[in-house]
């Protein structure tokens, strides 16, 4: 898989900006950062709780400097694929994380499950039965499934269906918003954007952002118009979006961060996203306090 994908230092900076105003901070260099949240002061990378995954190169020296040297109480580093080199570099580190962990990023094989015949051989009996019995419903209404040629007339539904389904999110930010349309558009811009949309009885039922890179599909962004359950719009849209893939000789289809159930129902194949926690000495924490 890439790890590239959020490593354009234009990119960077529009997360970084972003982070910015909504942190009192201190800029360690090299991505790093200490940031404050009430009285606790935190050593991150700037934008790790902002995307997917990231990846640095970055000298084992240098980073047992900035841990060695800096006051902070807990220093946290998440988000960090399996494969990375920054993972690397925390595991050559002479002082040890209090706490290592990780979460899963769910794939499928597209150069195992090469075609629609063992995608649905490799998926439950209930997952291929619900699968016809939308797909059914679907064909008795009419529906419509493409891919779009820029995501931009469909910003706005997106954002819609989206906020009425978590109103409570990141994504209630407006300048959250703005960032997220900024990064999209520069991706779209290299040519690294697929937009699935489904539409039923002509009106729109999903929306799906798919990065791509190297016959790689990330499912970046998925937004769902509620009024359509019935058809369940998500599950037939990454079908549909899988039968896309396949033609055009995908090798994986990248479901993302987050482990949600739904996931399951298509693979149970994943990546672990790691997590380090490192703590300074007793001293430095209480003076992670005071200053």
Same mark, same amino acid.
């Given at each position: 898989?890439?790890?590239?994908?959020?490593?354009?230092?234009?990119?960077?900076?529009?997360?970084?900006?972003?982070?910015?105003?909504?942190?009192?901070?201190?800029?360690?260099?090299?991505?790093?950062?200490?940031?404050?949240?009430?009285?606790?002061?935190?050593?991150?990378?700037?934008?790790?709780?902002?995307?997917?995954?990231?990846?640095?190169?970055?000298?084992?020296?240098?980073?047992?400097?900035?841990?060695?040297?800096?006051?902070?109480?807990?220093?946290?580093?998440?988000?960090?694929?399996?494969?990375?080199?920054?993972?690397?570099?925390?595991?050559?580190?002479?002082?040890?994380?209090?706490?290592?962990?990780?979460?899963?990023?769910?794939?499928?094989?597209?150069?195992?499950?090469?075609?629609?015949?063992?995608?649905?051989?490799?998926?439950?009996?209930?997952?291929?039965?619900?699968?016809?019995?939308?797909?059914?419903?679907?064909?008795?209404?009419?529906?419509?499934?493409?891919?779009?040629?820029? =995501? $931009?007339? *469909?910003?706005?539904?997106?954002?819609?269906? +989206? @906020? &009425?389904?978590?109103?409570?999110?990141? /994504?209630?930010?407006?300048?959250?918003?703005?960032?997220?349309?900024?990064?999209?558009?520069?991706?779209?811009?290299?040519?690294?954007?697929?937009?699935?949309?489904?539409?039923?009885?002509?009106?729109?039922?999903?929306?799906?952002?798919?990065?791509?890179?190297?016959?790689?599909?990330?499912?970046?962004?998925?937004?769902?118009?509620?009024?359509?359950?019935?058809?369940?719009?998500?599950?037939?849209?990454?079908?549909?979006?899988?039968?896309?893939?396949?033609?055009?000789?995908?090798?994986?289809?990248?479901?993302?961060?987050?482990?949600?159930?739904?996931?399951?129902?298509?693979?149970?194949?994943? =990546? $672990?996203? *790691?997590?380090?926690?490192?703590?300074?000495? +007793? @001293? &430095?924490?209480?003076?992670?306090?005071? /200053?």
């Amino acid at each position: 898989m890439s790890l590239s994908i959020f490593q354009d230092k234009e990119i960077f900076e529009i997360y970084f900006n972003y982070v910015k105003k909504r942190y009192k901070f201190k800029d360690l260099g090299n991505g790093f950062i200490i940031r404050k949240v009430g009285k606790v002061k935190r050593l991150h990378y700037a934008i790790d709780d902002l995307i997917d995954w990231w990846d640095l190169n970055i000298s084992k020296d240098e980073v047992e400097r900035i841990l060695k040297s800096e006051i902070y109480y807990k220093a946290v580093f998440k988000n960090i694929l399996e494969n990375s080199k920054i993972k690397s570099v925390l595991d050559s580190l002479t002082i040890r994380p209090i706490n290592i962990s990780f979460s899963k990023v769910y794939y499928i094989d597209l150069k195992e499950l090469n075609s629609e015949e063992k995608i649905l051989k490799s998926l439950s009996y209930n997952q291929r039965r619900n699968l016809k019995k939308y797909g059914n419903r679907l064909n008795r209404v009419g529906y419509e499934f493409f891919r779009a040629e820029s =995501y $931009k007339p *469909y910003k706005e539904k997106m954002l819609e269906f +989206i @906020l &009425k389904r978590h109103e409570n999110t990141i /994504f209630s930010d407006f300048e959250f918003q703005n960032l997220k349309f900024k990064v999209l558009d520069i991706l779209e811009e290299k040519r690294m954007v697929y937009t699935y949309v489904m539409k039923i009885k002509n009106e729109i039922a999903s929306i799906n952002i798919v990065l791509v890179s190297n016959k790689i599909a990330y499912w970046w962004i998925t937004a769902i118009n509620e009024k359509f359950y019935e058809f369940s719009p998500g599950r037939m849209s990454v079908w549909n979006i899988l039968k896309d893939l396949l033609k055009e000789k995908f090798l994986e289809f990248n479901c993302m961060k987050g482990e949600s159930e739904y996931k399951t129902l298509w693979t149970d194949k994943f =990546y $672990k996203l *790691y997590r380090y926690e490192f703590e300074p000495s +007793i @001293l &430095k924490k209480f003076f992670s306090f005071m /200053f």
